[in-house]
């Protein structure tokens, strides 16, 4: 089985960084994986990380430990638009289908 | 390129109806999956299809009923609807073993059962 832990909610300023950090336990792994979603939309996929180590795209980083089962998703300058929530999946080896964590609303202010 | 359509936006239903949610995709992908949402529990995977004509139940199949006979379409039934299954309804798909396994999502349905 899979088990995915991340904070619930955090507020941050416009310009800023944020760090979202997500923990996960399971029985095989091939992949992480962060999605956006805004209220009242679908989730969009962001970032995928099979490696230990960062991955970079623009504004947003993934990092990953696969020896601490843990990964971060890093924004940079903030803007109002990224007030959003941030799901965390996982998808175990050999297996179809992905487990995401309950998801992490980042609020961002003036 | 309407990439994952689902069918209808909103419903409400009373205790003991049925009805079927329709998922479509144009992107020719394996792999289709129907989600659940509510508030404070993330996506729980109801059921998913890896081909056509094949499903395989997720973490919460009880209640809910599916079928892939073509390829691009994934239906979701509810036969006799409770109010424990008013939620927002997502489906997804993805190609088969892509390096980076990007799920894409369909705007969702909202039922609410009364």
């Known amino acids: 089985g899979q088990n995915i832990d991340q904070p619930t909610e955090m507020t941050a300023t416009e310009g800023a960084i944020v760090q979202i950090n997500c923990t996960y336990q399971?029985?095989?792994?091939?992949?992480l994986f962060w999605y956006q979603q805004h209220a009242g939309e679908a989730p969009t996929f962001l970032s995928y990380?099979?490696?230990?180590g960062l991955e970079e795209k623009g504004r947003f980083s993934s990092f990953l430990s696969r020896s601490k089962g843990y990964s971060y998703l890093l924004l940079k300058e903030l803007q109002m638009k990224d007030s959003a929530s941030y799901l965390c999946?996982?998808?175990?080896?050999?297996?179809?289908?992905?487990?995401f964590g309950k998801g992490n609303q980042v609020v961002v202010i003036p | 390129n309407a990439g994952v359509t689902q069918t209808p936006k909103f419903r409400v239903l009373k205790t003991g109806q049925s009805m079927t949610l329709l998922c479509a995709q144009d992107?020719?992908?394996?792999?289709m999956y129907w989600y659940r949402q509510d508030p404070g529990m993330g996506l729980r995977l109801i059921h998913y299809?890896?081909?056509?004509?094949?499903?395989a139940k997720g973490e919460v199949p009880d209640g809910y009923n599916v079928s892939r006979l073509k390829k691009q379409n994934f239906l979701l039934g509810l036969e006799s609807a409770a109010p424990s299954q008013t939620s927002v309804y997502f489906c997804?798909?993805?190609?088969?073993?892509?390096?980076?396994?990007?799920?894409?999502f369909g705007p969702g349905t909202r039922l609410t059962v009364t």
């Open positions: 997804a798909s993805t190609e088969a073993e892509t390096l980076d396994y990007e799920q894409y």
């Open positions: 399971t029985s095989g792994f091939n992949g």
């Open positions: 990380n099979v490696l230990d």
């Open positions: 999946a996982v998808r175990g080896y050999g297996n179809n289908r992905l487990a």
């Open positions: 992107m020719n992908h394996e792999y």
């Open positions: 299809s890896v081909g056509e004509g094949t499903t």
